[in-house]
C-alpha cells in the first residue's frame, strides 16, 4: 500500500519569494509521483507528473519538483511566486505498474496563501 | 491536451431525490474513471474505481447502492446519487485516465447541495 504526507497544512508566503511545499511518499514498490493544483470550486489541474528518467521535473506556471528516492521525497518549488499562485496543492502517488487502471493517493493537500 | 467535461458544475435538488453526474472524455479514451468526494477543506476521497463495460470497485464504506455509476462508453461515465440527502451536500469530481494517457485528467467538479 502506499501513502503521502504533506505535512504543512497551510504556507504563508510573500509574493516574489521563493516557496518550497513537501511531500513524503512511502510505498514497497515503485511509484509514479503526481502534483495537482486545486483553485476554489474547481478541479484539479496537473502540474507535473514523475514517471521514470531524469528525477528534476519541470511543470507549467513555473513549478518544478525533484524526485528523491533515498528520502521517499517529491517536493514542490518555484523561485518566485505570485498572488494568482493561491491554491490548494495536493501530491499524489500510485504505484506504477498496471498502466493506468490504479487508483490515485493523495495527500492532505497544503494551501499555498501568497501576500502581497 | 487530454480534457474530461464534467457536468453540471452545481445542482441543488430536495431530500429524497436522485441526481446524475456526467463525465466526459473529450479527446481520449478513458478505459479507467475515478469518483472522488470532497469536503470543504479536505483532500479527496476516492468512492470508486470503473472500468469501461465492468462493474464499479467501491471503496470501503461507499454504499454502491447509493451512488451508482456507470461507464457504458469509452468516453462517459455517470455519477447517480440516489435519494439524496443533505449529508450528500459535497464536491465531486471524476478523473479519467487511458492506457495511452497516464495523467489522471480531473473534470472540474460538481457542488451538490440536497436541501
Known amino acids: 500500500a502506499q501513502s503521502v504526507t504533506q505535512l504543512d497544512s497551510q504556507v504563508p508566503v510573500f509574493e516574489e519569494a521563493p516557496v518550497e511545499l513537501r511531500c513524503n511518499y512511502s510505498?514497497?514498490?515503485?511509484?509514479?509521483l503526481f502534483w495537482y493544483v486545486q483553485y476554489p470550486n474547481q478541479g484539479l489541474q496537473l502540474l507535473l507528473k514523475?514517471?521514470?528518467?531524469?528525477?528534476l521535473v519541470k511543470g507549467i506556471n513555473g513549478f518544478e519538483a525533484e524526485f528523491n528516492k533515498s528520502q521517499t521525497s517529491f517536493h514542490l518549488r518555484k523561485p518566485s511566486v505570485h498572488i494568482s499562485d493561491t491554491a490548494e496543492y495536493f501530491c499524489?502517488?500510485?504505484?506504477?505498474?498496471?498502466?493506468?487502471?490504479?487508483?490515485?493517493?493523495f495527500g492532505t493537500g497544503t494551501l499555498l496563501a501568497v501576500q502581497p | 491536451g487530454a480534457v474530461v467535461s464534467q457536468h453540471p458544475s452545481w445542482v441543488i435538488c430536495k431530500s429524497g431525490t436522485s441526481v446524475k453526474i456526467e463525465c466526459r472524455s473529450l479527446?481520449?479514451?478513458?478505459?479507467?474513471m475515478f469518483w472522488y468526494r470532497q469536503f470543504p477543506k479536505q483532500s479527496l476521497m476516492l468512492m470508486a474505481t470503473?472500468?469501461?463495460?465492468?462493474?464499479?470497485?467501491?471503496e470501503q464504506g461507499v454504499e454502491k447502492d447509493k451512488f451508482l455509476i456507470n461507464h457504458a462508453s469509452l468516453t462517459l461515465s455517470t455519477l447517480t446519487v440516489t435519494s439524496a440527502h443533505p449529508e450528500d451536500s459535497s464536491f465531486y469530481i471524476c478523473?479519467?485516465?487511458?492506457?495511452?494517457?497516464?495523467?489522471?485528467?480531473f473534470g472540474s467538479g460538481t457542488r451538490l447541495t440536497v436541501v
Open positions: 478523473s479519467a485516465s487511458g492506457q495511452a494517457h497516464l495523467g489522471y485528467t
Open positions: 470503473s472500468n469501461e463495460g465492468s462493474k464499479a470497485t467501491y
Open positions: 510505498s514497497s514498490v515503485s511509484v509514479y
Open positions: 479527446d481520449f479514451q478513458a478505459t479507467t
Open positions: 499524489a502517488v500510485t504505484p506504477n505498474y498496471g498502466g493506468a487502471t490504479n487508483k490515485l493517493i
Open positions: 514523475y514517471l521514470s528518467g531524469s528525477t
